[in-house]
C-alpha cells in the first residue's frame, strides 16, 4: 500500500514539474496570440487585427478584402492603415471594443483602396487625429512649401496629413519606414520619356517598433516594395534586429520555390523570429510561412490579438 502511495505521489510530482515548466515556457514566449476580448495583464503593448479578408467573420466582425491594424504600444493608440470600407472599419472598432476616437495617431501604408477608405470615418469621429502618409500625389502631396498644409481636393479632408518622405523616429521608439516598390506605381510618358514610358514607383510606409531588448516589431501594409527588402531597410535605418514581422506580404504573384527561398532569407539571412503573414499573403504564401517557422509561426487574421514586449 505504501508503495503504491508512493508511486503516487512520485507520478504526481512530475506532473506537477511538467506542468510548472509549460507555464514557464508559456510565460517566456515574447509575442502570443489571443482573441481580441480576452484579457491581457494591463499596460501589455499589443495590436488587434480589425480589418483582413485572412479569417472569418466572427464576433459581429465582417471579414472583408482590405487591412487595418490597432496598435497599442506604450501607452500610444495607433491605426494602421483604415481597410477597404468606413462602414466596415467602424463594426469592426465597435465589436472589438475599440474606440477610434482615442486613436494618438494613423499611418497609412500606401495609396491603394483596399487600406484607405475606413480612414475617412476616422477623421470624420477624431477630426484632430495626425496622419502620416507616404509622398504621393494620390494623398494631396504637392508643392505645399512647408511640407504640412493640406490642399484641398484630395483624398483627406483634414488639416492634419503630414506627408513623409524619408525614414524616421515619430515618437519614442516609433519609426516609419519609408520604402519605394519597383514593381508597383504609375507610367508616365511626359517628355522627355514620349517613347519610353518611366514608372514612378509606389511609395509605402511601414511601422517599426522599438523593444527593450533592443529589437524590433515591424507591421507592413502589403509590402509592394519587398517584405524582405522593407525589412532590410528596418535593420539597417535603425541598426537592430526584428523580433517579429507582420502584416501582408503580397506574394499572389509568386510560385512556390520563391515564397520558399523568400522565408528562408527572412527567418535565416534577415533574423526575423517570428512572422505572421495575412491580407494580401493568400493561402499559399501563408501556408509556406507557416511551415518555414513552425511553432514561430504567429496565426493572426481578423479578430486576433497579438501581445509583444515592452
Known sequence: MKQIS????AMLLTVLIQATQLFAQAGSIPIRVVRFNDDIPAGSNFMVDIYDNFGEARDGMISDWGYSMFVSYNGTKILFDGGASAPILKNNAEAAGIDLTDIDFAV???????????IHYLVEVNPDVTIYVPKDEKFGYGDTGDNKKYRKGYMYKSDHVVFVTESREIADGITLIATESANTGT???????????????????????????GSQVLISGCSHTGIELITAETKKALKSDILFVT?????????????EDLAGQM????GVTYCAATHCTGRKGI???ETAYGDRF?????????????
Open 108 to 118: 497609412l501604408s500606401h495609396s491603394h483602396g483596399d487600406h484607405t477608405p475606413g
Open 298 to 310: 504567429v496565426k493572426g487574421g481578423l479578430g486576433t490579438k497579438i501581445v509583444f514586449p515592452k
Open 287 to 289: 501556408g509556406i510561412f
Open 267 to 270: 527567418k535565416n539571412e534577415l
Open 187 to 213: 507610367f508616365s510618358k511626359y517628355p522627355p520619356h514620349g517613347k519610353e514610358p518611366r514608372l514612378v514607383p509606389l511609395p509605402e510606409l511601414s511601422l517599426a517598433l522599438a523593444i527593450k531588448d
Open 247 to 259: 502584416g501582408g506580404f503580397h506574394l499572389g504573384p509568386y510560385n512556390e520555390s520563391y515564397i
Open 6 to 9: 508512493k508511486l503516487i505521489a
